[in-house]
């Protein structure tokens, strides 16, 4: 009997850490934005002005720059204590066509990889100007991947709406 108890305490203890390490998904219900990453983990991901606060809606005003940030990501591969992150940035008008797309804002900055000690904090920073159309909404898509296992990947979805 008590065999079996211990093992469904094992069990259970595994299962709840692969899921912390595998992936998960979240929502911000102030934004909309939402979230999800697959083999490794990530404490938050928010939409932020340039000065790190918060958005507290999706409502973006012309002309602002402002940021898809993922602070805390997790086990994304070390060489020589270098991880090797990437950023892939969409931008989509509300009918789904592609308006910009950015293969990797880190290319040059991570090309030869970044010490870290601890876990990653990555952002893609974004300006609506025009041709963007105020009264319109947009789709944004960053996702963050470690380009040594592209199967580790933090992919962040918001739908802003563009307003004068």
């Known amino acids: 009997m008590s065999t079996r108890i211990s093992l469904a305490a094992v069990t259970s203890w595994l299962i709840l850490t692969a ?3 595998g992936g998960g998904a979240n929502k911000d219900l102030a934004t909309g934005l939402t979230y999800r990453y697959t083999h490794c983990s990530v404490r938050d991901v928010q939409l932020v002005d340039v000065r790190n606060i918060p958005f507290t809606s999706n409502v973006v005003h012309m002309g602002t720059t ?7 990501i997790q086990n994304f591969t070390l060489t020589d204590g270098k991880a090797y992150p990437g950023c892939e940035l969409t931008l989509k ?5 592609t308006i910009a797309q950015v293969p ?3 290319e040059s900055t991570a090309k030869d990889g970044i010490i870290t000690p601890g876990p990653l904090d990555l952002a893609a920073t974004i300006t609506m100007s025009p041709p ?5 909404t947009y789709r944004i898509t960053a996702r963050f991947f470690d380009k040594k296992e592209v199967k580790r990947e933090v992919v962040a979805e918001v ?3 563009l307003v004068d």
């Open 93 to 97: 008008d509300k009918l789904g066509k």
């Open 104 to 106: 990797d804002l880190l």
């Open 159 to 161: 739908v802003v709406q």
């Open 66 to 72: 402002f940021l898809v940030s993922a602070s805390g």
């Open 19 to 21: 899921c912390s390490i």
């Open 132 to 136: 963007l159309t105020s009264g319109e």
